[in-house]
């Protein structure tokens, strides 16, 4: 398994409240990634980065955004959580150098709940 | 845009069987990557395998291998001697060369029963 991390690994939370996610990795990669995985288990990409400062939104539309300050961390944050953004949060990285720049490694997820 | 279709939904095997997981995508791409992660459950997703379109050899992984046929967009993955720790939620994905991001299918629950 590669080194990617994210906590909390569970989060329940009311609404109206405001989350951060984090992701970091200790792989030096340029790229980073966050994904949606919905109840019936499919994945959309959301954000991702480039590298520090660089951040984009992904195919799924979202209310969340992201921040890129430091090439290892890539925190999520959710202003105001609503029951609608209950699901699991993948973070993934890639290596921008060597061969296999187009293989993501993925972190643990994060199962958030807002009730 | 690029689509990846998962049929099976859930499958199950006997330990030590194979099983093949079926997947096939769309695309107008010539080059690209096609993947295959393995989530188990309330744990890591983790890659199996890997295969570059360009490459007519089928990737191999150890009992893990794929039937990459690029004509028919068709990459499934067959797991030789099931065992327990195979059983997960499969993922085939997709990127473009020089992609961002990764299209997943809907993705196959696999039990292996002892």
């Known amino acids: 398994e590669a080194d990617i991390y994210q906590t909390p690994r569970y989060l329940v939370i009311g609404t109206g409240k405001k989350i951060t996610l984090e992701c970091s990795q200790t792989m030096g990669h340029d790229k980073m990634y966050w994904y949606q995985q919905d109840p019936g288990m499919e994945l959309h990409l959301i954000h991702y980065?480039?590298?520090?400062?660089?951040?984009e939104k992904g195919d799924l539309s979202s209310e969340s955004t992201v921040s890129r300050i430091r090439t290892e961390h890539f925190p999520l944050t959710l202003e105001s959580a609503r029951p609608s953004h209950t699901s699991q949060y993948l973070c993934?990285?890639?290596?921008?150098?060597?061969?296999?720049?187009?293989?993501?490694?993925f972190g643990p997820g994060t199962r958030l709940t807002v009730l | 845009a690029q689509t990846v279709t998962q049929s099976q939904p859930e499958m199950s095997v006997q330990e030590a069987e194979t099983v093949t997981l079926s997947c096939t995508y769309d695309?107008?791409?010539?080059?690209?990557?096609l993947f295959w992660y393995k989530q188990p459950p309330s744990r890591q997703m983790i890659l199996v395998i890997r295969q570059e379109a360009y490459k007519q050899q089928n990737a191999t992984e150890n009992r893990f291998s794929v039937n990459f046929q690029k004509a028919a967009k068709s990459f499934s993955l067959k797991i030789s001697d099931s065992q327990l720790g195979d059983t997960a939620m499969y993922f085939c994905a997709f990127m473009k060369e020089y992609g961002n991001k990764l299209v997943f299918g809907a993705g196959t629950i696999l039990r292996v029963k002892s």
């Open positions: 993934a990285s890639s290596d921008l150098r060597g061969g296999n720049t187009d293989t993501q490694y």
């Open positions: 695309t107008s791409e010539n080059n690209y990557y």
């Open positions: 980065s480039y590298g520090v400062n660089s951040t």
